[in-house]
């Protein structure tokens, strides 16, 4: 009986040695604008006990990747406003770009890409034991005029136009 004991946890210890361990999980995320093309976001997101540990002790911030990931993308520097180990909420001005003619407003927002996130996690010595998932579950835009647009599992969010009445 020993025997077998034994052999199982030698099992169960090299199954969760060379198993990945489920990592950053983005679950939503929450684009809304306002008639100036300025957004505010809202990003759902899981964590790993190890990685919650690493915000614990200040080794990893994940609010602070997540602002370099939407300043690339963003035509002035982002704030972030709010960052739990579960959200972070985010205030990008100039996000959308705003044009009006003929008493129509257009708003263009840009493509949202989090392979960056990707790369710099690559760069880590945990890389290859972790499991992490950028794309969120589900992400919404919403517009001025309450229209949303809705993408699901998606890495890069594309560039959405939307005309809007003035």
């Known amino acids: 009986m020993k025997k ?4 199982i946890i030698g099992f169960s210890l090299v199954a969760l040695a060379v198993m990945p361990v489920q990592a950053f999980t983005m679950k939503s995320l929450s684009i809304t604008l306002d008639q100036s093309g300025n957004a505010d976001m809202d990003l759902q997101y899981d964590l790993s006990f190890f990685e919650q540990s690493a915000v614990f002790f200040k080794i990893a911030n994940p609010a602070g990747e997540l602002q370099s990931a939407f300043n690339a993308g963003s035509a002035e520097p982002v704030t972030v406003t709010g960052a739990t180990s579960s959200s972070a909420q985010i205030h990008a001005p100039s996000f ?4 009006t003619a003929n008493g129509k407003t257009t708003m263009t927002t840009p493509p949202v890409n989090f392979e960056r996130a990707q790369q710099v996690l690559n760069n880590y010595w945990f890389a290859p034991l972790v499991n992490p ?14 229209h949303k647009e809705l993408f699901d599992d998606r890495l890069t969010i594309p560039s959405v136009t939307r005309r809007i009445a003035s």
Do not use: E, Q, R, W
């Not at 959308?96 to 044009?99: E, K, P």
């Not at 998932?133 to 309450?146: H, K, R």
């Open 133 to 146: 998932d950028f794309s969120p579950a589900l992400t919404t835009i919403t517009f001025p005029d309450g």
């Open 4 to 7: 077998i004991l034994c052999l």
């Open 96 to 99: 959308a770009d705003v044009t």
